[in-house]
């Protein structure tokens, strides 16, 4: 069983940085696919970005390309999203999710982390 667990997020002032963390326990990323979504307050969850940490291709939405930045850790179970240039419309809990790469599905879920920016 892999548990993914978040961590750092916060009240940021718009213009500034956060870097969130994605620690898996039980296994290492190889061969996974990691991914980052946010929730806002009445809205839909929606994909942020994903990385291949096998390779380190990323992706990305629209709206985070060029501020946002996902990358791997020394360590082959840390992932992390570097978010600069932060706008209050980012407010949102993040979550980070795993998955093989070879699968549709993202099977593993973190609790989420909140960010908060202030305009």
């Known amino acids: 069983q892999v548990q993914l667990v978040e961590s750092g997020g916060g009240l940021v002032q718009a213009g500034g940085s956060l870097r969130l963390s994605c620690a898996a326990s039980?296994?290492?990323?190889?061969?996974?696919?990691v991914g980052w979504f946010r929730q806002a307050p009445g809205k839909e969850r929606e994909f942020v970005g994903a990385?291949?940490?096998?390779?380190?291709?990323?992706v990305y939405t629209d709206s985070v390309k060029g501020r946002f930045t996902i990358s791997r850790g020394n360590a082959e179970n840390l992932v992390y999203l570097q978010m600069n240039s932060l706008k209050p419309e980012d407010t949102a809990v993040y979550y980070c999710?795993?998955?093989?790469?070879?699968?549709?599905?993202?099977?593993?879920w973190g609790q989420g982390t909140q960010v908060t920016v202030s305009s």
């Open positions: 999710a795993a998955k093989r790469v070879y699968r549709s599905d993202y099977d593993y």
């Open positions: 039980g296994r290492t990323f190889i061969n996974y696919r």
């Open positions: 990385i291949n940490w096998t390779g380190g291709s990323t």
